[in-house]
Structures are given as structure tokens and as C-alpha cells.
């Protein structure tokens, strides 16, 4: 081999070195930051508040706290907390970055909080933080989705088969719908599902929702009906590839009769794109969450029914199991929250439940 030749591929290893050590250092660069950044929120927050002094310090961890979604499991969290004279961080809210959950665990664990809540995924990164903060005296609840692999205190969650089934009874009903609209009895009314999930999504809650789905279709479906289903990957690196995942649907050759989001992003950008394409009363919507918009939408007859998730009751059952484990050294290991569907049937109902609950 010739001297030049040796010349270059010594460069292009220093080359390598370089980005290699730039990238560590930056990585660092970013974990110390954001715990400076916490730490100095958190003096700034006992500046504010010296005539107050709390007993624990909990930081919830959620992946797009911006969400309403989020918002409201915080505030459930947080006015249950403030009853046990307990405070509760929505970590990543007052920070100047978006950081990853992972990251965000890396500096409630740095920081030492009496207490996390974060929502988890089943990556052997998220088990070993699990995993870390646990031996360190840190107990970690896993919120809306679980690490099943790890030491974690407790899971607060929802009823995935429950929530299936619910699904799978609406489906029923747009099958019939379109039975009696078609008045096909040949076998050649099929309806086309299509479950839109996450591109990151690992956990089994989702399978077993879709299972529950294929199970109540299965033994409900229309004589003479028939139906496919399937799985729609969504880029949901940020709300932008969202959009364009599902948008994407719409120009395929075959659009769906049906679909089925899974969080409340997905759902607002497919009602959106209904309305884009012209498609509202062609393909049905079921949505997840009951924003606002959702249920304006709902009445617009754009989306055909959504759920509706007890976000208070997340939020408290999180404190419930990190307050039983202080107090008694030990809590319940499932915690589920209740869940309604919401349609064009009960959503009146369903408005004179909030207005009163509000009232309270």
C-alpha cells in the first residue's frame, strides 16, 4: 500500500474520530444544559413560592406535553398533589429544547425527584432508566404506556380490549349503515379498516386493542358483510410527518371506509384531511380523546365517534400509587381508568355531564 494511500485513510479515521467525539460531547453538552435549565427552574419556583415548602417533588414525563391530551393528565396529577402538600413538574414545559423522553429521565434521575411519572415504551434505553432510577430510590410509575421489562412501581393505564370492543361495536354500526344503504346481500359488501399506528409503536397494548377490534367485527358482522383490515404505519416523528402520513392515505386508490386513530394527533389530522379531500360521509372516522375539536367535529358529523379517556383520573391514580408506596411501601401494580365512547347519539349527554362536572 503507498504512502498516499495510508496518508488518506489516516485522515479519514481522524475525520471519524472527530464527529465521533463532537457527537459524545454534544449529547453531554445537551444533558447538562437541560439540568441546569431544571435546576435553575426549580430555585426560580421556590423563589416564587418561599412561603411554601413541599414534602416531595414529582416530575411527570410525557413525549408532547404541549398536547391537551397531556395537559389535562397533568393537571389531574398536579391538583391531586397539591392536597398531599406534594409538587408535581411537567418536565420539558419550562425547558428551551425539545428533549426526548429518554433524555428527560436521564435528568430527573440526575436531579434526584422523590417521584416520576413517565410515559414509557418497551426500548431496552427506556428499561435500564426504569431500571437506574428504582436503584436509586427514584420510583418510577409508567403512564399511558407501559416497559414491562423493568422494576417500574406501577402501570396507570387504559382497558386496551375494552377500548377495542368499543371500536369494533362502532364498526358494526357503519356496517350496517352502509347495508342498508347499498343493500348488498351477496357477500360483496366489504368495508375497508384501517388502523393507523405509530411508526415507533412497540408496546402490546396496541395488539390487543386491534385483536379485541377483529374479534367483536368477527362475531357481529352483517349476513352478507364482509370486511379487511389494516395496519397504516404514520410517521410520527413530529406533527408535520403526521399530517403527511395520513394525507397520504387519501391519494392511494383505495381509501378506506374506515379509520381508526389511536391518539389525538392522528385524529385531528385525518378529520382534516376528510374535509381536504372531500370524503366526509364517504370514509368514517374513530377518534381518540375528547378535545374540543373533537367533539365540535362530532356534531359536524365528520368524525362518527370517539373516545373519551378520564384524563383527572390518570393523573390521580399516578399520585394515588407513588403516595401508597410512601406510605405503606407498597401499591397496586395496575392501575386502569375509565373510558366512554362518544357519538352523534350521547353527545348532548355527554355535554350536560361536563358542564355539571365543570360546575362542581
Known amino acids: 500500500m503507498s504512502k498516499n494511500s495510508l496518508d488518506f485513510i489516516r485522515k479519514k479515521l481522524n475525520r471519524s474520530n472527530v464527529i465521533l467525539s463532537l ?3 454534544f449529547v453531554i453538552l445537551v444533558i447538562v444544559v437541560g439540568l ?3 435546576r435553575f427552574n426549580i430555585l426560580r419556583y421556590n423563589v416564587q413560592s418561599d412561603d411554601k415548602v413541599y414534602d416531595k417533588y414529582y416530575v411527570m414525563i410525557t413525549d408532547n406535553y404541549k398536547s391537551d391530551f397531556w395537559q389535562e393528565i397533568y393537571k389531574g396529577a398536579f391538583d391531586a398533589a397539591q392536597e398531599q402538600n406534594i409538587y408535581v413538574d411537567l418536565l420539558g414545559d419550562n425547558l428551551p429544547t425539545q428533549y426526548s423522553c429518554e ?3 436521564k435528568i430527573a434521575i440526575a436531579s434526584k425527584v422523590d417521584g416520576i411519572m413517565v410515559y414509557a415504551n418497551e426500548s431496552d434505553e427506556m428499561t435500564a432508566l426504569i431500571d437506574d432510577a428504582e436503584a436509586k430510590g427514584i420510583p418510577v410509575v409508567t403512564l399511558y404506556s407501559d416497559n414491562t421489562h423493568s422494576d417500574r412501581l406501577s402501570y396507570v393505564g387504559i382497558g386496551s380490549y375494552n377500548i377495542g370492543k368499543e371500536y369494533g361495536k362502532q364498526i358494526i354500526n357503519i356496517m350496517k349503515d352502509k347495508e342498508n344503504t347499498t343493500g348488498y346481500t351477496d357477500g360483496s359488501n366489504m368495508t375497508n379498516i384501517a388502523i393507523l399506528i405509530d411508526s415507533d ?3 402490546t397494548g396496541q395488539n390487543i386493542l386491534i385483536s379485541a377490534i377483529k374479534d367483536v367485527i368477527e362475531q357481529n358482522k352483517p349476513e352478507g358483510s364482509d370486511f379487511t383490515l389494516n395496519m397504516i404505519t404514520v410517521n410520527n416523528t413530529n ?3 403526521v399530517e403527511e402520513s395520513i ?3 387519501f391519494f392511494a386508490d383505495d381509501i378506506p371506509d374506515v379509520i381508526v386513530c389511536l391518539n389525538e394527533l392522528n385524529t385531528v389530522c385525518a378529520y382534516q384531511a376528510l374535509v381536504d379531500f372531500n370524503r366526509v360521509g364517504q370514509t368514517d372516522i374513530l377518534g381518540y380523546y375528547d378535545s374540543e375539536a373533537i367533539i365540535r367535529e362530532i356534531e359536524k358529523g365528520t368524525v362518527y365517534a370517539t373516545i373519551g379517556i378520564d384524563t383527572k383520573q390518570l393523573g390521580e ?5 407513588l403516595s401508597d408506596y410512601y406510605e405503606y411501601g407498597s401499591t397496586n401494580q395496575y392501575y386502569t381508568a375509565d373510558v366512554i365512547l ?3 347519539n350521547n353527545v348532548e349527554l355527554y355535554h350536560k355531564a361536563k358542564g355539571v362536572e365543570q360546575d362542581e
Open 239 to 241: 406533527a408535520f410527518s
Open 247 to 249: 394525507r397520504d392515505i
Open 342 to 344: 362518544i357519538n352523534k
Open 201 to 203: 409503536a412497540k408496546e
Open 103 to 105: 433524555q428527560l429521565m
Open 23 to 25: 457527537t459524545v460531547l
Open 36 to 38: 441546569v435549565v431544571f
Open 317 to 321: 391514580y399516578c399520585i394515588s400509587a
